[in-house]
Structures are given as C-alpha cells and as structure tokens.
C-alpha cells in the first residue's frame, strides 16, 4: 500500500480526551475516530489489526472443534424473558421498539439466541456434543465507558456457546475452550493469567477470567512469579485427547484476582507473589442447565429419556484486544506490534521522493516485496525524513526498510527492527531474504 494513497489520519498533538497509552496511541495513529462515548469507527490501519485479531481467534476456535455461525446484533425480547434475564439486565441492555410495537434489543451477549437456536435443531444425544461460536458487535450501555475501545459500549466479541449431555462432558468442552484460550493469546504476544474468577450475572458453577498484565488494568491481580515465564506455546495439544493434565498444569499455578485473593490464604510466598494490575481480555463459564432448562433445550437420552443440555459459554474482547497489545507492547515514540497482528509487517520508506534514483530504487523494492507476499506500507509522500521516521514508529510496524541517497552511493538500504532499534545496512537482496521468512 502507497502511504500517498492511504488514508492514515495521524495527530501530532495527544487528544487530551484519551487517558491511556492505547487509547492515545489509538487516536494518534489513525486506527479510530470516536463516534459517540464508547462508540467508534475503525479507520483503515485499524481495522487490519481488528482483523487480523478476529482471525487469530477464529483458527484456534476452529482448531478446537467450535463452528462458526453469525447470529444478528437485534434479538427479540421474548427470548430473554423466557430465560428471566430481560428484567435482570437493567440499564446495559439497550432496548428497542420496532414499527410494530414489538420490543427488540442489541444484543450485550447471545445464551438466550443460541439456546433458541440449538432447541429448534437438536433433539438427540446423538448429536452432542456441539460448540457454536460467533464474532459479532455487541452493546453494553456502559455506565463509564472509557479508555476508548477497551471499554467501549459497542464492541467486538468472539462468544462460544457448548452443548454437552453430562457435566463430565461439559468440562472436556470447557477445558477444550481453556487452552484454545491460553494459544490464542500467546499468539498475540499476550500473556494472559487464567484466573479463578466471579461466576456474575451469567451464573455458574466454574468460570475463568484470562487476564494480561498492564498497568493501565481495571483489577488489581495477584499471581505465582512462575507465571512470568510460562511458554504456553512450546506445549503441542491434540484436542481430541485428554486436556485435563494440561489445564491442571495452568490452574495449579496460583493467579488470582482481588475478589478471589485472600492475603492470609495465599499459598504463594511473598518473595515469590506479583502483585500487578490486570486487563480482561476473556471469560469462560461453565453454568450447567441454567438456560437450557427454563428454555427447553431438551434433547433424548440412550433411553428416550429427556435430558435438560449442559452448557458453557466463553468470550472474547476481539476490539479490546487491540487496545491490550498496545498497552503491552509500545514505547514513548509509539507503538510496538508483535508481528502476528501488525497491520503491515513492514514500512518502506523512501527519505527522497523528490529524488529520481531513490524512487526507483523505492518502487522496484515495493515490486519485489509485494511479489514476495510482504505486506508493506510504503511511505513515498514528499516529507521531511523526520517526519517519515516519526510516522513510521507511531504506527509501529516490526519493521522499517529505508531508501536513502547515501546508502544508494553504496547499493545499501537500511533496515530497522521497531521492536529493538537495531539498525542494520544491507543489500536489498540480503533484506528482502531476511524479510521473506517473515
Ligand atoms: N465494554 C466492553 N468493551 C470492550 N470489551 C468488553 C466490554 N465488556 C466486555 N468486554 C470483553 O468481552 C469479554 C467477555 O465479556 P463478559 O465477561 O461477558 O463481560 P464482563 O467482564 O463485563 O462481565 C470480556 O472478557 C472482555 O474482554
Ligand atoms: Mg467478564
């Protein structure tokens, strides 16, 4: 992409409405434009990390035997006062009537759609277990939105929803969506804790919060200085087997949040303990035959006796997300992307386009890259090179491959590592293999 033909609205000055580091970073690189509190329009950089977020979520949920499905943003209110939750939800829930008095709402999550959906359809054992997941906007009238899309009202999340005949069944789904969990964020370059948490309004028996560290968190957590090195990522799973050692492995190791922490009980000596700020980017829950009994998902047993499913449901914060990485992972010239959700994986930038060498050397690397399958951002605009660098790590690309007049006199480029700032003079050949394993 042609930085001259992109729509990259960058703000030199910090918004002095955003007061965290994502939030700021998020505004200032041209990822979001805010429409209303907590409701924002994502910008072309932005969506391709969005993107690339939601796609990271749904081949691990894949991998983990969910199926995709996409169920509407507006659900009818009759479904949730068949589970009794329309009352429950008080303020949150933005409720709507329609032309013919009918009253509707946005959906903040989706038990109710899905249990609706799953009673009209399965009417066997046979057919379990199943797992359903969708990534769609949600709304939440968030009495305090803040901090721009990490608490957003209207968000994106992945939400699954599990169908099982036992509780025993219920666990192997809820233990198979546990690890989905811990890949799906390392892949992000996140470190998120799952940590004993709350069952809330979604009620329940077992329920996990993963959470990442970072000082901007809206919890105070606690967990096993271990948990610092964990590599969830060097364990191969094979879904299809028991995960239970492995998810006994992750939950053995303490975390815990403020409401479950007990100083006094902690088993965690004190030299050993982290006490940090956190950030939710997932929740899971185990909360048995809560909706499928008041709702009817019913199907037959071995015997044609009538079996009341046993469910979990699971979410994700796909446009949280976003926000997260940034707050994990930036500096004081901006952010930092981890390669797997950067929106391009390269930034080429010419310092002369006034200068006809320089351009060709620019546009035949542009050529070679592309034909690579490198996704570049490629700043040809006729700017100061101060002005181009200074883009360039705002946006935080893991890499910068730079065109110059005097590196040309030596048929050299330059190429810049965002991450550490090493620097390192080249051939374009020589970079465009170092770039190509990428
Ligand atoms: N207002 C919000 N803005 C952005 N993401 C949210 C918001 N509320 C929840 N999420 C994300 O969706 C995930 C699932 O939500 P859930 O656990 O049901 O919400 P809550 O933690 O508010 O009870 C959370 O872990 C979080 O990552
Ligand atoms: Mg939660």
Redesign the pocket.
């Given at each position: 992409m042609r930085l001259s033909a992109y729509f990259l609205p960058l703000l030199r000055e910090n918004p002095s409405e955003a007061q965290i580091v994502s939030h700021r970073l998020m505004l200032r690189a041209g990822m979001i434009r805010q429409s209303s509190a907590?409701i924002y329009s994502w910008l072309p950089l932005g969506l391709r990390v969005l993107k690339k977020v939601e796609q990271i979520v749904r081949e691990e949920q894949d991998a983990s035997g969910a199926l995709e499905v996409l169920m509407p943003t507006i659900q009818p209110a009759e479904l949730w006062q068949e589970s009794g939750r329309y009352d429950d939800y008080g303020k949150e829930m933005l409720r709507i009537t329609d032309r013919h008095e009918r009253a509707m709402l946005y959906g903040p999550?989706n038990e109710e759609q899905i249990t609706d959906i799953f009673r009209q359809s399965v009417k066997s054992y046979r057919d379990l277990p199943r797992n359903l997941y969708h990534i769609q906007w949600?709304f939440?009238d968030?009495v305090r939105?803040r901090f721009g899309?990490?608490?957003?009202?209207e968000?994106l999340?992945k939400?699954a929803y599990s169908f099982d005949l036992d509780a025993a069944g219920a666990k192997r789904s809820y233990n198979r969506m546990f690890v989905a969990y811990l890949r799906t964020f390392a892949r992000m370059g996140l470190k998120a804790i799952p940590m004993r948490a709350d069952t809330?309004?979604?009620g329940g028996d077992l329920s996990h919060?993963?959470i990442i560290l970072a000082e901007t968190g809206e919890s105070q957590v606690f967990c096993d200085k271990a948990w610092l090195d964990a590599d969830i990522l060097a364990s191969e799973i094979d879904y299809a087997g028991d995960l239970e050692p492995f998810v006994e492995r992750w939950t053995r190791l303490y975390a815990a949040t403020d409401e479950k922490h007990d100083a006094k009980a902690c088993p965690v000596a004190e030299d050993r303990l982290v006490t940090a700020r956190g950030i939710?980017?997932?929740?899971i829950f185990y909360f048995g035959t809560k909706y499928s009994k008041p709702m009817g998902a019913v199907v037959a047993g071995p015997k044609g006796e009538p079996i009341a499913v046993e469910m979990g449901s699971y979410?994700?914060?796909v446009?949280?997300?976003v926000g997260a990485v940034i707050e994990a992972s930036h500096d004081d010239a901006g952010i930092i992307w981890p390669e797997s959700v950067a929106p391009f994986t390269l930034g080429l930038v010419n310092l002369r386009a006034a200068d006809a060498r320089c351009v060709a050397a620019a546009d035949a690397l542009y050529a070679r890259l592309g034909a690579a399958g490198i996704e570049t951002l490629y700043d040809d605009r006729d700017e100061s090179p101060g002005a181009k660098f200074a883009a360039m790590d705002l946006i935080g690309l893991p890499y910068q491959l730079v065109i110059g007049p005097r590196g040309l006199d030596k048929g050299l480029v330059e190429l810049k590592e965002r991450k550490t700032g090493r620097k390192e003079e080249l051939s374009p050949e020589a970079a465009l293999n170092r770039l190509g394993g990428k």
């Open positions: 907590g999550t949600k939440r968030e939105p899309v990490m608490r957003g009202r968000f999340m939400d809330g309004p979604i919060e993963f939710e980017v997932g929740h979410g994700i914060g446009s949280r997300l």
